[in-house]
């Protein structure tokens, strides 16, 4: 059994800086990609950064400059560092860990329970 679990969300002031941790434990044998999502109510969950094994990293154009993905396979953790915070990153972001169970396995996603993240102005 996998359990991803977010951490780190909070409120916090326009400008200011947050940074999110996920979480892997359980059965986790290797971890492919990881990513953070982002979702508000009603609207599509939308990719907010993603990290490969190889540490190619891809981010959306709104966070580009201010957002940094991060990961240690040592510990199944991914971090996302949200800096310059701004009214409209407001959401719940999940995590979406990649891995394999055991050798020889495929890739299963894995989605964490999210974490609210909430910029005043």
């Known amino acids: 059994q996998v359990h991803v679990v977010e951490s780190g969300g909070g409120l916090v002031q326009a400008g200011e800086s947050l940074r999110l941790s996920c979480v892997a434990s359980g059965s986790v044998y290797s971890i492919n990609t990881q990513g953070w999502y982002r979702q508000a109510p009603g609207k599509q969950r939308e990719l907010v950064a993603v990290?490969?094994?190889?540490?190619?990293?891809n981010y959306s154009d709104s966070v580009k400059g201010r957002f940094t993905i991060s990961r240690d396979d040592a510990i199944n953790t991914a971090w996302l560092q949200m800096n310059s915070l701004k009214p409209e990153d407001t959401d719940v972001y999940y995590c979406?860990?990649?891995?394999?169970?055991?050798?020889?396995?495929?890739?299963?996603?894995?989605w964490g329970k999210g974490t609210l993240v909430t910029v005043s102005t």
């Open positions: 990290i490969a094994s190889d540490n190619t990293i």
């Open positions: 979406k860990t990649s891995l394999r169970t055991g050798a020889g396995r495929p890739n299963y996603d894995y």
